[in-house]
């Protein structure tokens, strides 16, 4: 493959266009091309390094740390791994709730070298977002020794240092918490939209983890290590099991975290062309965000406000249709979904149950109760093309303190995001 170019007005060649350099560079650090000059150039080398390992922190001192990639290479993404050690000094055990490891933490942000934010979200997003983009099973997951199969080799979950965490913690005991996320930076490996090439000195990427609060208090986003029985469980990693029990003597005594930092090193040159960054990819923004909304009322259409000038990959939602003791359903709470455009056409409009089964069909199982995604990578909804469009959902059941949590993965021009609204909140 080399860059090919368009006729000019007058017949001579014009040179390529800025996508077709983009293809040539990109397909040069994935697989490798053939240069201008008939040798072939790359593929890149793609490189794993830990840049952060052993950092032991305590939340109720550091609720948050910020790690600073190498500035070497063509970013792709990070690998972080957080052990928590908690103790349950409460005066009964303590269980997991059903995302448990997921709200490991409580805020995942990453800051680029032109200071946008391209990622801020807690950390059951990303692990949502890590499953549904895993080959169709969930993220970290492996697959257990059948008896009584064909199987003599021991396959099977045999490393205890993988996503783990106690089913329950007994009163006056110590339970260790493991969590593993990939942050990524662009699309995928191989498509390389987002890509940040940080082998600069004049400014750096920050990659800044917030921990979750102790039992009692939340941490940012409203992630505590461990709710109070009968109250919301769905952003904590533990829940109380006895009325009264005093959940604030549960606490993270011990935070671990490890971050590799994964990138594309080597990069391919040309003698015409130079390094062969692919400029489209490297302004483009890959963006994952979240926020929360309240004031729902039941059998009315309350809508999410998508931000303006993106490409929206993917939506995910949680509901949760009793603010204070919780309730996330299975469904039956909710008449319907829509995605509806400034003309008051609709993109899609399903029902809950039928969202679950197209998802269950894409990753091979359910989300936890109460959660939806929303699949739109092969047709992306363009929100300038749609002009203002928005995600409805229309409720079943609303009581007292009802809100909903969506998050979105999309693309943005680097350009466009100083005019962009931000994201909807209430």
């Known amino acids: 493959m080399s860059p090919s170019g368009t006729r000019g007005t007058a017949g001579a060649p014009a040179g390529p266009s800025p996508a077709q350099l983009n293809s040539f560079a990109r397909q040069a650090i994935v697989n490798g091309v053939v240069g201008t000059d008939g040798r072939r150039k790359g593929p890149a080398a793609k490189r794993t390094y830990q840049i952060s390992g052993g950092g032991n922190f305590v939340p109720a001192n550091t609720p948050q740390i910020t790690i600073t990639p190498q500035n070497v290479g063509l970013l792709i993404g990070f690998w972080l791994e957080v052990q928590i050690t908690v103790s349950n000094g409460s005066a009964s055990p303590i269980n997991l709730t059903d995302l448990g490891p997921a709200n490991a933490l409580a805020n995942i942000q990453l800051q680029d070298l032109q200071n946008n934010t391209r990622i801020q979200v807690p950390g059951w997003m990303i692990a949502m977002s890590n499953s549904v983009r895993n080959h169709g099973q969930p993220f970290g997951s492996a697959l257990l020794k059948m008896t009584g199969g064909d199987w003599p080799i021991n396959w099977g979950a045999n490393f205890a240092n993988q996503i783990s965490a106690p089913a329950a913690i007994p009163n006056g005991q110590i339970g260790t918490v493991t969590m593993w996320y990939f942050v990524p930076v662009c699309y995928s490996d191989e498509d390389l939209r987002g890509i940040i090439y940080i082998n600069v000195l004049n400014a750096t990427c920050q990659l800044i983890l917030g921990f979750a609060g102790n039992g009692g208090a939340v941490g940012q986003n409203g992630v505590t290590i461990c709710a109070a029985t009968g109250g919301d469980q769905t952003q904590a990693v533990y829940v109380g099991t006895a009325a009264g029990q005093n959940v604030a003597l549960v606490t993270q005594t011990n935070v671990l975290v490890n971050c590799f930092q994964v990138f594309y090193d080597s990069i391919p040159s040309d003698p015409k062309l ?30 999410y406000q998508y931000p303006n000038y993106r490409d929206i990959l993917a939506t995910y939602m949680i509901y949760v249709n009793t603010g204070a003791g919780g309730v996330r359903g299975n469904g039956s709470d909710l008449n319907y979904l829509e995605v509806l455009t400034a003309n008051f056409t609709a993109l899609w409009k399903v029902t809950a149950p039928l969202q679950a089964l197209i998802t269950r069909n894409l990753i091979g199982t359910d989300m936890p109760p109460g959660m939806y995604y929303f699949n739109s990578r092969r047709k992306p909804i363009n929100s300038t093309q749609y002009g203002n469009i928005q995600l409805i959902m229309n409720p079943a059941v609303a009581n007292a303190g009802a809100y909903q949590m969506v998050g979105i993965e999309d693309f943005a021009a680097q350009q466009q995001l100083s005019i962009a609204g931000s994201l909807a909140s209430s």
């Open 274 to 303: 130079g390094l062969l960054i692919p400029q489209i990819d490297a302004s483009t923004v890959y963006e994952i965000k979240q926020t929360t909304q309240s004031a729902i009322v039941a059998n009315q259409d309350f809508a």
